[in-house]
């Protein structure tokens, strides 16, 4: 006990000497503190190790995080917003489900509208319901210029449906939600290009090309993959369909995907697993899907350029198929816009290294990760160095003509991430670790190029993990984040569902340090990306009158004491203000039968005057934020005396907040 007390009063003065010299305040109550700080640590018992975890992930409250991590929420459909290195979870951002406190999909009508047309042909048909409300969310991409995170636009995919996803990182809201076409299930990226001129995403299981119905005997003649370009309008980042295009792609399973940069600027990557394309049949006499597809010693990584593809569509050579410009197979063969590589066995993870030069592929057979050369992946192309085609016409680069360099990093490798020293940190699902590895020239040369030189037991079965600024030309090491699907033993075991397992990873040393846990209760998510805090400039308020769909002043702002009411014919329309504590009007008559409009503006100048709005009888429920105009339209089916009220606590009066919704018989 003696001995930890001692390590942990090392380490904590340490740490605090280093503190106090940087601050430049060296006072003896500074110094005074380690003292306390030991004292407490070896009260609860801590190592001198948990004390030092401890302090990195340490912020002292009221303090700000340095860097905002954007995770997939998985299958609750939603995004998580977190704060590195704390680890505190700032914000579950309503994407592809209805999220009641942010009155997303409850009467509020940009949710109702984003989530309308994020249903096939929603709005084109005019129809309310059905809707999808939930949705897979995997990939998140942050936008980017110049290869930087920008802080303007995040796009996520939804694994379950060809669907993407943009949420204005203004005021963290999702603006729009795109069913991308002739893709039923989306996976590869999401990637934005180095401009965001495009954001990709790739199907994951084949489709039946021209939609309805085809055996699955018909499979490689009647399926088919894609890969979406979905250019971005770049004054309100919403993704412009007339100006996209698709790739038509074999009947493979697309998987993970990875934008060029840099040396590689103008490609894109997509891995594949699946190229035996098995459809199962375990019940039929046939091998199950997954062992139909494990058969063969290599699959390929799809290697497209992008650049020339843009050129193909503007010479009209694409063709119109359910409102995008697609490029059919035969076509991007014949102009050189589709090569395959032989990856070894069932590839997961395809990722860019900073320089672009890079291109770093795992198996999850395989217990290396494969890295290829954009350089000699273009002198292949050009010498037409290929080892045939696949049954499609596309043409296969030899293996070792493009690969720069192969690592034995452990079993299990699925995703790669980078930092600023040219290392690249690999997630092993199978061993539970995550392998630190050297990258080639110029990062590393010689010997010294492509070896393993650390590894960290993570807990457990890691996924993906994340770097800070991790997809960026010049990513900052700094921190890790392993997103683990299992967490096992590490939490209260409270039934059988259990968390998922965030672990920080500390990687300013030479070994990683796995830091800190945080559970992730609502969801399994697959991606994040981290940015550094301080590009991000969301507001905290709206200016008064804001619509949130546009950004712009809405054309039913109401100023506090220019409320009203008016009807004209069954339709009635009201000019509501919300302010603490009150609502006006506090009453609204209407007949059974009357469509009722309302248009609510929170007159509120001041951060965090959020106000609710909820009809319980009628499903409405809403969030105003300050400054915020909203309009709620409902048909006043059942007569009765309905309460309206504020479900958000706003004020002392916040119980008074309420009003009356008389519909008459
Ligand atoms: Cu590896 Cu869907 Cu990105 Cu999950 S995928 S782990
Ligand atoms: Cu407004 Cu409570």
């Known amino acids: 006990m003696k001995r930890t007390t001692t390590a942990i009063a090392v380490v904590v003065a340490a740490v605090l000497i280093v503190g106090a010299y940087l601050a430049g305040a060296r006072s003896a109550a500074r110094y005074a503190a380690f003292a306390d700080a030991s004292e407490i640590a070896a009260a609860r ?44 979870l700032l914000k579950v951002i309503g994407t592809f489900a209805t999220e009641p406190w942010q009155g997303f999909g409850y009467g509020a009508d940009w949710s109702e509208r984003v989530l309308d047309e994020g249903t096939a042909n929603g709005e084109a048909t005019g129809r309310l319901t059905p809707r999808l409300t939930w949705g897979d969310t995997h990939h998140p991409a942050l936008s980017e210029t110049n290869g930087e ?113 840099l040396a590689s600027d103008g490609w894109g990557f997509i891995n594949s697993y699946n190229t035996e394309m098995a459809t199962g049949g375990n019940m039929e006499g046939k091998p199950a899907i997954e062992a139909g597809a494990s058969k063969n010693d290599f699959d390929f990584l799809h290697i497209i350029n992008w650049k020339k593809a843009e050129e193909v569509v503007r010479a009209g050579k694409a063709e119109m198929r359910n409102g995008i410009r697609v490029i059919p197979l035969k076509t991007a063969v014949a102009e050189g816009i589709l090569y395959f590589a032989p990856e070894p066995r069932s590839p997961h993870g395809v990722d860019v290294a900073p320089n672009g030069r890079y291109i770093v592929v795992s198996g999850k057979l395989d217990p290396h990760v494969t890295v290829y050369d954009i350089e000699k992946i273009k002198q292949a192309i050009a010498q037409k160095n290929f080892e045939g085609t696949d049954p499609f016409g596309v043409p296969i680069l030899k293996f070792d003509a493009v690969v720069a360099g192969r690592v034995a990093v452990g079993n299990g490798p699925l995703h790669t991430q980078f930092d600023d020293k040219g290392y690249a940190y690999t997630s092993l699902f199978i061993d539970s670790a995550v392998a630190k590895w050297t990258l080639g020239e110029p990062y ?39 997103l683990n699907k299992w967490s096992i033993d590490r939490y209260p075991v409270l039934g059988p569902l259990h968390p998922q397992n ?59 004491g220019k409320e009203r009411i008016e009807r004209r014919g069954s339709t009635v329309e009201v000019w509501m203000t919300a302010a603490r504590s009150n609502f006006r009007p506090d009453i609204v008559r209407v007949k059974k039968g009357d469509t009722v409009i309302l248009h609510i503006t929170n007159t509120e100048t001041i951060r965090d005057a959020t106000h609710g709005f909820a009809i319980p009888e009628y499903n409405v429920q809403m969030s105003i934020d300050p400054g915020e105009t909203v309009t709620v339209r409902f048909v006043a089916t059942k007569p009765g005396a309905f309460s309206y009220y504020c479900t958000e606590f706003c004020s002392a009066l916040h119980l008074e907040m309420q009003g009356w919704l008389l519909v008459e018989p």
Request: glycine share 8%; net charge positive.
């Open 45 to 88: 018992g801590l190592q001198p190790a948990e004390v030092a975890s401890a302090v990195r992930s340490f912020v002292p409250p009221g303090k700000a995080d340095e860097y905002i991590m954007f995770s997939s929420g998985g299958h609750s459909g939603q995004v998580l917003v977190i704060g590195l290195p704390s680890m505190r």
């Open 149 to 261: 995170y920008d802080g303007r636009w995040l796009y996520i995919n939804d694994r379950a449906n060809g669907r993407i996803a943009m949420i204005d990182l203004r005021d963290l809201k999702v603006k729009q939600i795109v069913q991308i076409p002739n893709m039923q299930t989306s996976h590869g990226g999401v990637f934005a290009t180095p401009n965001t001129d495009y954001v990709h995403v790739s199907s994951k299981i084949p489709t039946v090309w021209g939609g309805g119905y085809a055996p699955l005997e018909q499979y490689r003649e009647r399926y088919r993959g894609v890969s979406a370009w979905l250019a971005v309008d770049k004054q309100t980042g919403r993704i412009d369909l007339s100006r996209s295009f698709q790739i038509e792609l074999p009947p493979y399973n697309q998987d993970l995907a990875d934008a060029g940069k």
């Open 444 to 482: 590393f040369t010689g010997d010294r190029a492509f070896k393993l030189v650390d590894k960290v037991s993570v807990h457990y079965n890691i996924g993906h993990l994340a770097t800070a600024e991790g997809d960026t030309v010049s990513p900052d090491g700094k921190y890790l984040v392993a």
């Open 502 to 560: 965030f672990q920080l990873v500390d990687l300013t040393g030479q070994k990683m340090r796995v830091v800190y846990d945080m559970p992730i209760p609502n969801a399994e998510p697959h991606y994040a990306q981290i940015i550094k805090a301080d590009k991000l400039k969301p507001w905290a308020v709206y200016p008064v009158g804001t619509d949130i769909r546009t950004m712009q002043r809405s054309p039913y702002a109401t100023a506090r």
